[in-house]
């Protein structure tokens, strides 16, 4: 599990998901960020427990599973263009060596909604991650109960944090005492001090082991950061936002519902983060309940 990255790496890994119909070779990126082709080899396969084309091909075959699953109008010979294969049949197989089928069946039992995936290199017998629990790709069954008062959509300026990136679903709790440190040393651990979850990855289509997510905190876009900590600016945009006062336990169906809502109010999923506001610490409240707010970048329909 490759655990809290460094800035450096972090930015690689940002400007990998910006840039991901570019030429990306060992060279150019290595070059881009000033290190030997060698160097910077090393440094990455240490960092995130893959080389680099392993990763940008992990990637790409992870964004065309998530075009797969939302129902996106590309055909599977798109993809494989779009992704670098040179025929259907090569992108067809090394899709169904990461997921274990073949694309084709993969967007058929997406249809409606996506249940569980076939990891063809996760061990044998592994336990599910109980944090497993974040992003519901094309769920088209009515909520469990009715949400309109706590959700809308809005257009949302865009939102500068602070940021560390975390590699696998265990250790977030690393990068936010990374993050908390480095932010009290700069003074910034104030009452009204606000911390943000972005999910880069879902787990519905990325191995938990391989998950990416980013502790955060809000702060002014003119605040000159050090090298412990990375810039990370979510885009304005319009977003379903949903406000809420749950347990830990209610994560995953408050999650699940907002995507419902969502998909029944005329809104489909776009590019973008997902990412969770904090707006306490659940450890003071009476109850142990989150204040959160969770937010969906979408499109109308």
Not at 102 to 115: A, D, E, I, M, N
Not at 120 to 140: C, E, L, T, V
Not at 144 to 167: F, H, R, W
Not at 271 to 292: A, K, M, S
């Amino acid at each position: 599990m490759a655990g809290v990255q460094s800035n450096l790496v972090t930015k690689v890994l940002l400007y990998i998901d910006r840039h991901l119909d570019d030429d990306l070779s060992l060279e150019i990126l290595a070059a881009r960020f000033g290190y030997s082709a060698f160097h910077f080899h090393r440094l990455f396969r240490a960092q995130t427990a893959e080389t680099l084309q392993d990763y940008i091909r992990r990637i790409r075959l992870e964004r065309s599973a998530k075009w797969l699953i939302t129902q996106r109008p590309y055909a599977i010979t798109d993809m494989a263009y779009l992704n670098g294969y040179g025929s259907n049949a090569a992108f067809t197989k090394a899709f169904a060596r990461h997921y274990g089928i073949s694309p084709l069946v993969f967007r058929q039992r997406s249809l409606g909604r996506f249940s569980k995936i076939i990891w063809s290199h996760s061990n044998p017998g592994q336990a599910q991650d109980p944090s497993q629990r974040y992003f519901r790709f094309g769920i088209n069954k009515l909520p469990s109960y009715d949400m309109d008062q706590n959700i809308k959509a809005a257009e949302l300026p865009a939102l500068t944090l602070a940021s560390i990136m975390n590699i696998g679903m265990q250790n977030l709790g690393a990068a936010y005492g990374r993050l908390l440190s480095w932010a009290g040393q700069q003074g910034l651990l104030t009452p009204d001090m606000k911390a943000v979850t972005v999910f880069h990855d879902s787990p519905k289509v990325t191995h938990p082991a391989q998950v990416r997510q980013s502790a955060g905190i809000v702060i002014d876009d003119k605040l000159v950061l050090g090298p412990e900590v990375t810039k990370l600016v979510l885009p304005a945009g319009l977003y379903v936002i949903g406000s809420f006062e749950i347990t830990m336990e209610e994560f995953e169906s408050t999650w699940t519902n907002l995507f419902v809502w969502l998909n029944q109010n005329g809104f489909a999923t776009r590019e973008g983060l997902v990412y969770e506001i904090h707006h306490n610490d659940y450890r003071t409240h009476p109850e142990q309940h989150f204040i959160v707010e969770m937010r969906i970048p979408v499109v109308k329909r």
